[in-house]
T-cell receptor, first 111, second 118 residues
Framework: RKEVEQDPGPFNVPEGATVAFNCTYS??????FFWYRQDCRKEPKLLMS???SGNEDGRFTAQLNRASQYISLLIRDSKLSDSATYLC????????????FGKGTSLLVTP | DAGVTQSPTHLIKTRGQQVTLRCSPI?????VSWYQQVLGQGPQFIFQ???????GRGNFPDRFSARQFPNYSSELNVNALLLGDSALYLC?????????????????FGQGTRLTVV
């Protein structure tokens, strides 16, 4: 079983839609949680960190449920520019700063 | 400020050959990590170096090796290339790293080296 699991999609949604991505992780010692965004043939870039209290950045909301080992990302009012692959990432203290990536979920926002 | 720079950007090698990939971190960043991203997959951790010492190693064969220099730049070497080594190799830098260091620090990725083994 992979350490970080994501639905690969693709998710095809119209502009303005709300879309949610889910991610589960297997290591209960996981310490830090992130969502990265990767555009086609580009490098991953940090979208947002995920905290137990949940956090919001504009149209993006991230949630963490440590008991269920579950992370989510909600995108409201989708824009064409949101089309990308969204990578769920976890780290744990016994692996230094190694980022453990999920396979990524592909999002295509259509006009 | 310059971001993370990697060279070369593209590379074609033949099976059995050896390759060296290079990475310069963001100025002031002491941690460099290497990742392999095969098409359709998320990046997989290969190595992490902090202050010129190896601080982490992923599940890769001994054909993969790396080092970090006094100026914090890094090289990734792969020997005896296989077709399955074809991938995007990403370098990430961060100001912190290593065992016991808070891991909530953003990692900045270079644009990667796309290696094709034929």
């Amino acid at each position: 079983r992979k350490e970080v699991e994501q639905d690969p999609g693709p998710f095809n949604v119209p502009e303005g839609a709300t879309v949610a991505f889910n991610c589960t992780y297997s290591n209960s010692a996981s310490q830090s949680f992130f969502w990265y965004r990767q555009d086609c043939r580009k490098e991953p870039k940090l979208l947002m960190s995920v905290y137990s209290s949940g956090n919001e950045d504009g149209r993006f909301t991230a949630q963490l449920n440590r008991a269920s080992q579950y992370i989510s990302l909600l995108i409201r009012d989708s824009k064409l520019s949101d089309s990308a692959t969204y990578l769920c990432v976890v780290t744990h203290s016994n692996s230094g700063y190694a980022l453990n990536f999920g396979k990524g979920t592909s999002l295509l926002v259509t006009p | 400020d310059a971001g993370v720079t990697q060279s070369p950007t593209h590379l074609i090698k033949t099976r059995g050959q050896q390759v060296t990939l290079r990475c310069s971190p963001i100025s002031g960043h002491k941690s460099v990590s290497w990742y392999q991203q095969v098409l359709g997959q998320g990046p997989q951790f290969i190595f992490q170096y902090y202050e010129k010492e190896e601080r982490g190693r992923g599940n890769f064969p001994d054909r993969f090796s790396a080092r970090q220099f006094p100026n914090y730049s890094s090289e990734l070497n792969v020997n005896a290339l296989l077709l399955g080594d074809s991938a995007l190799y990403l370098c990430a830098s961060s100001p912190k790293g290593g065992q016991g260091v808070p891991t909530d620090t953003e990692a900045f990725f270079g644009q990667g080296t796309r290696l094709t083994v034929v």
